[in-house]
């Protein structure tokens, strides 16, 4: 899966951590899939400061996608829809998605499997 977040995004910093160790394998609706990745994607860069952390782990049993990032102070938020419109889809692969929101980050923990 390709997204092209780089060229509206310059000034932000991606972190991308994995487990060089084991290859991940998802047997689902990759269209799905993909939509769902870029809606919690560009919100993340949308909303961000300027750091995003993703990190992918898992084993065996669980594959999980964390995105973290930093949130700008003074940035107005958005109507949610993107964050509706992925709750929808998690409901449909029958996957976990959790959230969290402080004064200084928001969290999302993807559960794949």
């Known amino acids: ?17 994995y487990d060089k160790t084991r290859s991940f394998s998802i047997k689902t609706n990759p269209f799905l899939l993909k939509m769902l990745l870029q809606i919690l994607l560009e919100n993340s860069f949308k909303y961000s400061e300027n750091k995003i952390r993703i990190k992918l782990s898992g084993s065996r049993k669980k594959i999980c996608l964390f995105i973290s990032n930093d949130v700008v102070p003074e940035r107005i938020h958005g109507s949610g829809i993107g964050l509706e419109i992925a709750r929808y889809i998690v409901k449909s692969l029958k996957i976990g998605l959790k959230t969290k929101a402080t004064k200084t980050r928001y969290m999302v923990l993807l559960e794949l499997s």
């Open 1 to 17: 899966i390709v997204f092209d977040l780089k060229k509206r995004h310059r000034h932000k910093i991606l972190r991308l951590t």
